[in-house]
């Protein structure tokens, strides 16, 4: 069984026990987190799908860890006139574990 999912403005292909990163995600280590933007689910059977999501489908992940991606550098200049710039971003991410697959 696994469903198709979107948080953070991406889609994911979730399994129960997938860890997963997504974008940043409210909550601690060990929370619990609902997700029900859920797009389709596939059975065994059958297959559900949204239009574009299904009513009363739910993922439920826990919360595994909360960081930081790493560093991506920009760096911008312009020949021949002395002007450089250098910045650094890292993006939060939550690590989800997908515990339950609810549709």
């Known amino acids: 069984m696994y469903a198709l999912i979107e948080t953070g403005g991406q889609q994911f292909k979730v399994q129960e026990g997938d860890l997963l990163k997504v974008e940043k995600l409210a909550g601690g280590v060990g929370d619990k987190v609902e997700l029900d933007k859920v797009m389709m689910i ?17 993922v439920i992940g826990e919360i595994v860890a909360q960081g930081k991606a790493r ?32 549709g």
């Open 71 to 102: 560093k991506v550098v920009i760096f911008k200049y312009r020949r021949r006139k002395g002007f450089q710039k250098k910045r650094g971003h890292r993006q939060p991410f939550t690590q989800l574990k997908i515990a339950q697959i609810l």
């Open 42 to 58: 596939r059975g065994e059977s059958d297959t559900k799908i949204g239009a574009p999501y299904l009513a009363g489908a739910k």
